[in-house]
């Protein structure tokens, strides 16, 4: 049977960068992982092992580092543009480049009530990222978070659902509300200033989340999301996954004990996962 091939690309992953800025005795950290890819006019690599189109991934490895060195890395979302145009002037066969950055938090240790100016403390697992895209004829932009783990212990209910002869799960008009957001939205264009948008959208979804009267996950869900919109004005569409964290109460009456909604056992899996896109009207 014949055989075609479709699409593809390559490219070089988890690239680890640490960038130190000194500014005399105050210094700043960036922590990176880089994903590069290009896609484009490949086939004679892949059909007959030609390789005169292909730029190594060993030298795109490189040139993260070295861009580093000449480029600002903050935000990461100018670093990526950076990326994607050279990576275009580098190789004429590549129609699309995109890059993925992901940075991870350090926070500056207080001393004396001070931050103090060169040593830090590793942040929580949640990763500001940023995708950067680029063809011959334009770039685009999106940002992101992922492993932002909230929680709040009231103001949470599900009642009202589906029923049926497998259904154990009681009905509660009071639960703890756990999850860990991933969110990643697309600008309509470039915002003024990445950095001031996107603690904006974090915030936004934030404050919704703590403030929001939740009937159930979904409604919170859209809530963030339509917040995050309306509070920048560049950002077209939001995308979020909320893993439902589930505590459940522990069976305290065995005991001859009340638990009054404030012993639980907190569980990872199985989980359920709400997803959706929300979109400018």
Known sequence: MPAKLAANSYGKSRVRLFRVTREGPRHSVADLTVDVALEG???????????????????????????????PVSPPEAFGRTLVRHFLAATEHADRVRIRIAAHGWNRIGVGGEPHEHSFVRGSGERRM????????????EAGLEELEVLKTTRSAFHGYIKDRFTTLPETSDRIFATVVSA?????????????????????????????????????????????IDVVPEVAEI???????????????R????NANEVFVPTSEPYGLIEATVVRE
């Open 184 to 228: 990643r939205w697309t600008y309509e264009g470039e915002p003024a200033d990445f950095d001031a948008a996107f603690e904006a959208v974090r915030t936004a979804m934030l404050e919704t989340f703590a403030g929001h009267d939740s009937l159930s996950v979904q409604q919170t869900l859209f809530a963030m999301g339509a917040a995050a």
């Open 255 to 258: 005991f001859g004990m009340e």
């Open 239 to 253: 995308r979020i996954s909320l893993p439902n964290r589930h505590h459940l109460l522990f069976d305290l009456a």
């Open 41 to 71: 006019a490949y086939h004679a690599v892949h059909l007959e092992g030609d390789n005169a189109a292909v730029l190594p991934t060993d030298t795109m490895r490189n040139t993260v580092y070295a861009l580093a060195k000449e480029h």
């Open 130 to 141: 940023a995708y950067v895209s680029a063809t011959r004829a334009g770039e685009r932009f």
